[in-house]
């Protein structure tokens, strides 16, 4: 009967009242500084959707494939026509050292695949943090005509379910589902104050996932920037962030508060457990062997 109704308000465009009073009161759905926090259930997907159709956006998606994490790319760019922004001008840009091992994923109309050469590098852990570079680049040069909103995924995951209009927001976050009832002590931020990643103790609102960020074209150029300088003035003084680019945009995300946050819904990870607030799993971190994939 439920499917039936919601069947007939998408039809007829109708949607339940909203109320003030009723709703979840198992997650909370606001931050202090009054963003949203997005989870099942606050927000009504029809609704969404025909607000933004009106504003005819484009939203484009960054995802690297750097040597063997070219694998991941097929399933992530098949469940992404299935899940991401459906019904939307979508522009996925894929950076890979492989660009002959792209898959070939039917794409919907108004659905468009980009796709970019990057170098290799010796360690994993250049690659994942040279990203923000990337992106900086892609932003600057590409992108600023036509596009409206990014997102930054990690290849090696999957969607699941809907990932649309409900995200979109000037800077969007997505609290890590490692650590969200966590006590801020416990995060992992960098802790050496000789880095510009660092967060002190008694600091730090969540910790967010390195593997999925966005918003709008001018705000992630901010970010991406940023955590490159960083990362680049650490590199120069022999320092490495605890967790790269994760650490870096961490620091970056409690000095400069996402708009928006994305509860860890999406962006699970497939050797958790689902717990009982997370109502829907809609993106996921597949199980990986690190030693078999990571270049060392
Ligand atoms: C976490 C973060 C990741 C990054 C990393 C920093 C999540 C879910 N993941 O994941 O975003 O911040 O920590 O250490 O928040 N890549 C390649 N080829 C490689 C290595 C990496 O293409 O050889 C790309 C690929 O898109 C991958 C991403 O970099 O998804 C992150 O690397 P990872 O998945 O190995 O990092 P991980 O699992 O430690």
Known sequence: IRVLFSFLEYVDGRYPQPSITQGRTDIVSVTPWLAPVVWEGTFHPVLLDSIYQKRNIT??????AVGKYIRFLKDFLETAEQHFFVGFRVKVYV???RPNEVPKVKMAAGRELVVHSVPNSKRWQEI???RMEIIQTLIEETL???VDYIFCLDVDSKFHSRWGTESLGELVAVIHPGYYKDDRSKF???RRPTSRAYVAPGEGDFYYCGGAFGGVLAEVHQLAQTCRKNFEDDAKEGIEAAWQEESHLNRYMWLNKPSKVLSPEYLWQDFKARNSEVLVIRFSGV???YNEIRPN
Not at 59 to 64: D, H, N
């Open 287 to 289: 199980i990986k062997n």
């Open 188 to 190: 992992p931020y960098e």
């Open 95 to 97: 950076f890979t050292d």
């Open 128 to 130: 994942s943090a040279r």
């Open 59 to 64: 939203v484009a998606a960054t995802v690297f």
């Open 144 to 146: 600023n005509k036509d």
